[in-house]
């Protein structure tokens, strides 16, 4: 079987985590998935080095232009015959048009039980704290195909975790973290797969 490609998108300061832990899946599942490139918009984002450790290309753009940067992504997504693409820590909104370019999946990870708990301004710690202010004994995260509304497209996975003794968000964020890293790579992988 051929090795399917895959592109990571992350924006502002982008520790990632995600992107390292579906990597690691990939590996440790022996799965023919590579992840060409991580594309990041912040120059003094972590996510830079990390992912060169790792043997992944990461590439700067600049998101100012938000036009251009689409038209740079899809020019590089078909130079290279992507598969799937894949957001993690992608706090900005892709449009119509190049969602229908690119014609293939696009998958985001929300840090929360969709459809609860998303939508325009709900990422990062917002979230957490917007679960906490609900007073949930149970968070989660979920995996979804990217459509022209925030986090609205079909949902491929979603795990919960028990967040009932967590008085901080960063104690609600910790947890679903941990979430994320399981079924982020598990997602990708599904997803390939129904493609098929
Ligand atoms: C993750 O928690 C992800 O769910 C969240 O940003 C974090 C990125 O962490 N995304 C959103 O809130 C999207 N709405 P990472 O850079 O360590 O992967």
């Known amino acids: 079987m051929h090795n ?4 990571v998108l992350t924006s502002g300061m982008s520790r990632g ?11 440790n599942h022996n799965l023919p998935i590579e992840i060409l490139n991580v594309f990041y918009n912040r120059k003094e984002a972590p996510v830079a080095n990390r992912a060169a450790e790792q043997g992944i290309e990461p ?3 600049s998101t100012k232009d938000f036009a251009l940067y689409e038209k740079n ?3 590089i997504c078909r130079q290279n015959k992507i598969d799937l693409i894949a957001l993690a820590g992608f706090m900005l ?6 969602i229908k ?5 696009i998958l985001n990870i929300h840090p929360a039980l969709l459809p609860e708990f998303g939508g325009k301004g709900m990422y990062g710690i917002r979230v957490h704290e917007a679960v906490l202010a609900a007073a949930k004994s149970v968070s989660g995260a979920t995996v979804h195909l990217v459509n022209h509304q925030y986090d609205e497209g079909e949902i491929v996975l979603q795990r919960a975790v028990n ?3 967590c008085i901080s968000p960063e ?11 399981e079924i982020y790579g598990e997602a990708v992988w599904k997803t390939l797969m129904k493609g098929k």
């Open 4 to 7: 399917f490609r895959v592109i």
């Open 17 to 27: 985590s995600n992107l390292l832990a579906m990597d690691n899946y990939f590996k």
């Open 59 to 61: 590439i700067y753009f």
């Open 73 to 75: 992504l899809l020019n």
């Open 93 to 98: 909104k892709l449009s119509s048009d190049f």
């Open 101 to 105: 370019k690119f014609s293939k999946p």
């Open 163 to 165: 967040i009932a003794d």
């Open 171 to 181: 104690c609600i964020a910790e947890k679903v973290l941990k979430v994320e890293h």
